[in-house]
Nanobody, 122 residues
């Protein structure tokens, strides 16, 4: 029900914009997580249905922007000033119901996309 796209190879300092198309139903909070090789999947950003509140991991604050267009059932992650340590598979996730303004744990999400690879070269 979640289809992520937009990943690729980019040089350090560059930008990428990820998209996640949701189908089948309307979701409440949507988020992005990432998993680097050999590491656990970690929270990147989340946004509530109204888009009036968003939350970010400290490592991406000021560089990444999460947004959503409900009419298109799509959530985006604009990634700027990319660093090699941003290299990971990025996953979008969604909740069926509103659970609060801060949703950083994987268990708080009901649906997951297949992931899209982001590689940042130095």
């Amino acid at each position: 029900q979640l289809q992520a796209s937009g990943g690729g190879l980019v040089q350090a300092g560059g930008s990428l914009k990820l998209s996640c198309l949701a189908s089948g139903r309307t979701f409440s909070t949507m988020g992005w997580f990432r998993q680097a090789p050999g590491k656990e999947r970690t929270f990147v950003a989340s946004i509530i249905w109204s888009a009036s509140s968003a939350d970010y991991a400290d490592s991406v604050k000021g560089r990444f922007i999460i947004s959503r267009i409900n009419a298109n059932n799509t959530v985006y992650l604009q990634m700027n000033s990319l660093k090699p340590e941003d290299t990971a598979v990025y996953y979008c996730a969604a909740r069926r119901t509103y659970g609060g303004p801060v949703m950083k744990r994987m268990v708080e999400y009901d649906y997951w996309g297949q992931g899209t690879q982001v590689t940042v070269s130095s």
